[in-house]
């Protein structure tokens, strides 16, 4: 899976759903969210069933996009397949 936030990180590939997840929110955590958004992200990421519900996501969409605000701009979290060839 691949991970991105746009506009802050670049994107991080992991051979595994749950880890991809964890890193995610290791780089949310510590932005300037308001305490609706960050309270959002954590239960989002890290519930135990994170991984399947975002998984459902992925199948149906084939990524997982959400938007978050921040000083004043957009920016875009994904969660898609790694390319092919991706480590």
Not at 21 to 30: F, K, T, V
Not at 47 to 64: H, N, S, T, Y
Request: charged letters at 25%.
């Amino acid at each position: 899976m691949t991970v991105e936030i746009g506009g802050v990180t670049g994107p991080a590939t992991f051979s595994r759903l749950p880890d991809a997840l964890a890193a995610l929110w290791s780089s949310l955590r510590p932005l300037p969210l308001g305490v609706v958004q960050y309270d959002a992200y954590e239960y989002f990421l890290t519930r135990p069933d994170a991984a399947e519900r975002v998984a459902e996501f992925i199948k149906r969409d084939g990524e997982l996009k959400l938007t978050f605000a921040m000083c004043g701009k957009s920016h875009v979290v994904w969660v898609r397949p790694a390319e092919a060839g991706a480590k």
